[in-house]
């Protein structure tokens, strides 16, 4: 069982930037699928996005061209840089890690962001 770590979560005002990474602890897999989603309260999980294979990339239309997604080049650790954050960006964000794909990847336990108007 592979333990997927996420950090750089925190509280920022409207306008601000973060940066969360995410890598496998302990671990010394590649992972050919990485993602960052996100949960606000009282709503379902969603995909903000992710980089497979070669390095395709997606974007959920509600990030596109504030958030972007990255990965080292060994493919263990992902980043998600977030600018130009937004209230309605508040939520659990959680990586996930797949081997092979995102639908049999190990997910992280979830780091907070809070984005203050």
């Known amino acids: 069982q592979v333990q997927v770590v996420e950090s750089g979560g925190g509280t920022v005002q409207a306008g601000g930037s973060l940066r969360l990474s995410c890598a496998a602890s302990g671990s010394s897999f590649s992972f050919n699928a990485m993602g960052w989603y996100r949960q606000a309260p009282g709503k379902q999980r969603e995909v903000v996005a992710t980089?497979?294979?070669?390095?395709?990339?997606n974007y959920a239309d509600s990030v596109k061209g504030r958030f972007s997604i990255s990965r080292d080049k060994i493919f263990r650790q992902v980043y998600l840089q977030m600018n130009n954050l937004q209230p309605e960006d508040t939520a659990v964000y959680y990586c996930r890690l797949g081997l092979r794909s995102l639908g049999d990847g190990s997910w992280g336990q979830g780091i907070q962001v809070t984005v203050s108007s």
């Open positions: 980089i497979v294979g070669g390095g395709i990339t």
